[in-house]
């Protein structure tokens, strides 16, 4: 696939700032958060449309996360897909995945990489620089 140049946008834009993915939850939601996150990324096919969803309703964030050579897209859409999906930060979504199978975690990664690949293939084509 072509490379894609580094796309900037002011954190206040990027949609992750407004909702729960960088944020501090009470004490009391963490441990909920950390069941649903873990239960999102086990089911591959709810976890591939979740990243879905994040790249149709947050487009600045993914932009600029997904344009980023050095960032970890995988681990991006993933905490993406939590926080938007059932609100969860993601330091909890980071928990969940240490809890899931090796096996498991190969499965939400070939999940995510299916969804980053969509998402590339379309800015690629919207841009006419595929």
């Known amino acids: 696939m072509k490379k894609i140049k580094r796309v900037f946008h002011h954190y206040q834009k990027c949609e992750e700032y407004r909702s729960d993915m960088w944020k501090a939850i009470p004490i ?17 096919d709810a976890f591939f449309d979740a990243c879905m969803l994040v790249i149709e309703a947050w487009p600045y964030s993914c932009e600029a996360a997904l344009t980023a ?16 999906n059932h609100g969860a930060p993601e330091d909890i979504t980071r928990l969940a995945w240490r809890e899931l199978s090796e096996e498991q975690q190969d499965l939400a990664n070939a999940a995510a990489d299916k969804a980053i690949f969509i998402w590339k293939e379309n800015y690629l084509k919207r841009f006419n620089r595929a």
């Open 28 to 44: 009391e939601q963490r441990k909920d958060k950390q069941e649903y996150s873990k239960n999102l990324m086990i089911e591959d």
């Open 69 to 84: 050579s050095t960032m970890n897209h995988q681990a991006w859409i993933g905490h993406a897909a939590c926080a938007y």
